[in-house]
Nanobody, 123 residues
Framework: VQLQASGGGLVQAGGSLRLSCAAS????????MGWFRQVPGKEREFVAT????????FYSDSVKGRFTISRDNAKNTVYLQMNNLKAEDTAVYYC?????????????????WGQGTQVTVSS
């Protein structure tokens, strides 16, 4: 499975961005998908995860109410809509796929990772 994240960029505080993660390779329609982020010197942080059907989604407390994860299995793509961005949201954002199992915030439970896309929020 190859994951390609895109949609990052520079935005002012209070603005919005939508990240996309396109999957290719083995069938990913049944995979749990997740978004994580990382800043230099810190561990990778859970952001959001979604079950294979899109019916179950979970968020970190820091983004709950501002970010929305969704997926389009017909396009093998997962999205992260980020609204009301804050300076502390600045990070490299990674998408990940977990081939089997349930949604989880634990990074090492995911089997495949994308290359990351930079999100910078100016205050």
């Amino acid at each position: 499975v190859q994951l390609q994240a895109s949609g990052g960029g520079l935005v002012q505080a209070g603005g919005s961005l939508r990240l996309s993660c396109a999957a290719s390779g083995r069938a990913t329609g049944s995979a749990v998908m997740g978004w994580f982020r990382q800043v230099p010197g810190k561990e990778r942080e859970f952001v959001a995860t979604i079950g294979w059907s899109g019916g179950a989604s979970f968020y970190s407390d820091s983004v709950k109410g501002r970010f929305t994860i969704s997926r389009d299995n017909a396009k093998n793509t997962v999205y992260l809509q980020m609204n009301n961005l804050k300076a502390e949201d600045t990070a490299v954002y990674y998408c990940a796929a977990r081939q089997y199992g349930v949604p989880t915030p634990i990074p090492n439970r995911y089997d495949y990772w994308g290359q990351g896309t930079q999100v910078t929020v100016s205050s």
